[in-house]
C-alpha cells in the first residue's frame, strides 16, 4: 500500500516532529513526512526537518496581520500549501495557532493534534504547572483528532505517567514528552493503516484487531 503523506505543523523546537522523522526512517512504517509546515520562521524544529531531508515551508502568521479575516486569509494559505503537497494528514506537533472552524472542517477525520495532557482535563496552556499546583497524581499525553475547539476532539490514543513526590513542572514535562514521543508515531500508524478512523458520527472506531494497547500506553513508574 502506498505510504501516506504526512504534513508535520510546528511553532517550535519540534521533537515530537523528531519522533515521526524516526518512525518514518522504517521502511515499515505506513507514512512519510511530505511537508514541515512553521508559522514561525526561526522554530528550531525546521533544522530538524532540513536535516532529515524534509521538504520545509513557512506561513509566518504575522504577515497577515491580526482579526478574523487574517485568520482565515491564513489558515486558506495552509490549506493550498496542504493541498499542493497532497497531503493526507496533518499533525499538529507544538503547533501553537488556533485553527479556523473552516480549516477543521475541511481536514476533518485528516487533522490530529498532540496535547500533553490527558484530555479533557487540562486543555491549553502551561498544562504541567497546572496539573502539579492541582495535585494530581496521574498525568499523560492524548493525540486526538482536531474539532474547532482548542485541545479537543475524539481521541486516538493515551498515554499515563506518574506524578511523582517532588515533581516541578520540568520533570513532569520530561516524563509526559517520553510518551508523546512513543504515543503520536503509535496513532499515526494506526491511521495510515487505515486501522482506526473518525466516523461521521465523530467518535473514533477501531479494527477489532487493534491491540488495547497500542493506542493505550501505561509505562510503569520508575
Ligand atoms: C508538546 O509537549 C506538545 O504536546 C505541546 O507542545 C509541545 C511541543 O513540543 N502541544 C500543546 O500544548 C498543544 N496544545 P515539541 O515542539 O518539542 O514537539
Not at 22 to 33: G, N, Q, S, T, V
Not at 52 to 79: C, E, M, N, W
Not at 153 to 182: F, K, W
Amino acid at each position: 500500500m502506498a505510504k501516506k503523506k504526512v504534513a508535520v505543523l510546528i511553532s517550535g523546537r519540534g521533537t515530537n516532529l523528531q519522533s515521526l522523522i524516526d518512525a518514518c526512517a522504517d521502511k515499515k512504517y505506513p507514512a512519510e513526512i511530505a511537508l514541515v509546515l512553521s508559522n514561525c520562521p526561526g522554530a528550531p524544529g525546521l533544522d530538524r526537518a532540513g536535516a532529515a531531508g524534509a521538504p520545509t515551508l513557512v506561513i509566518d502568521h504575522q504577515l497577515y496581520g491580526k482579526g478574523p479575516q487574517a485568520r482565515a486569509a491564513f489558515d486558506a494559505a495552509l490549506s493550498a500549501a496542504l493541498e499542493e503537497a497532497r497531503i493526507d494528514l496533518v499533525c499538529l506537533a507544538g503547533f501553537m495557532r488556533i485553527l479556523t472552524p473552516g480549516f477543521v472542517e475541511k481536514w476533518s477525520g485528516r487533522l490530529l493534534n498532540i496535547h500533553p495532557s490527558l484530555l479533557p482535563s487540562f486543555k491549553g496552556l502551561h498544562v504541567h504547572e497546572r496539573m502539579i499546583e492541582a495535585g494530581v497524581k496521574i498525568a499523560g499525553c492524548t493525540v486526538h483528532f482536531v474539532s474547532a475547539e482548542m485541545d479537543s476532539g475524539p481521541i486516538i490514543g493515551q498515554a499515563a505517567v506518574p506524578v511523582l513526590p517532588g515533581d516541578d513542572a520540568d520533570m513532569l514535562a520530561a516524563r509526559i514528552l517520553e510518551q508523546e514521543h512513543r504515543l503520536y508515531p503509535a496513532c499515526v500508524k494506526l491511521i495510515a493503516e487505515g486501522r482506526a478512523r473518525l466516523t461521521a458520527r465523530g467518535v473514533v472506531e477501531f479494527d477489532n484487531d487493534v491491540a488495547a494497547g497500542a493506542p493505550m500506553l501505561n509505562p510503569n513508574p520508575s
